[in-house]
């Protein structure tokens, strides 16, 4: 099989089509955003278009019409969905219901953890981040 990279606004917006449609979608997703739980550029995700969103789901969202993101879901209020990426230690971005393409089904044929251990460990994330880069 060939493999073709694509900037993420080709490659992401057809597959924000696709997933639209009902269809699934796999990805290798580029970054370091989501460590300890997704390695870009070397894991694939299967996303799905599912019928909403909770707590700990991994999500392709689409943010200011323009970029995108494959981050954790950690809050929901109101109509509005903040995200944050595992291998982040601050920074959150926040979308609306509709801005989220799909959900991670799949890492690797795998399905997905929750993350909730990881959730609660954000105050000492900072220091297992560093130790896992020097050894991974």
Not at 58 to 86: F, N, Q, S
């Amino acid at each position: 099989m060939d493999r073709k990279t694509l900037t993420n606004e080709v490659l992401l917006e057809d597959a924000g089509a696709l997933l639209a449609e009902g269809r699934e979608v796999c990805i290798t997703p580029k970054g370091t955003s989501m460590l300890p739980f997704i390695k870009g550029g070397r894991d694939s995700v299967t996303l799905k278009k599912l019928p909403g969103v909770e707590v700990g789901d991994i999500v392709l969202a689409r943010l200011a019409g323009t970029r995108y993101v494959l981050h954790r879901v950690i809050k929901t209020c109101d109509g509005k969905i903040e995200l944050m990426g595992d291998g982040n230690i601050s920074g959150t971005e926040h979308c609306r219901p509709q801005d989220i393409l799909g959900t991670v089904v799949l890492i690797n044929g795998h399905k997905p953890t929750r993350g909730t251990l990881w959730r609660l460990l954000k105050p000492i994330r900072r220091y297992l981040l560093a130790i896992y880069r020097r050894i991974v």
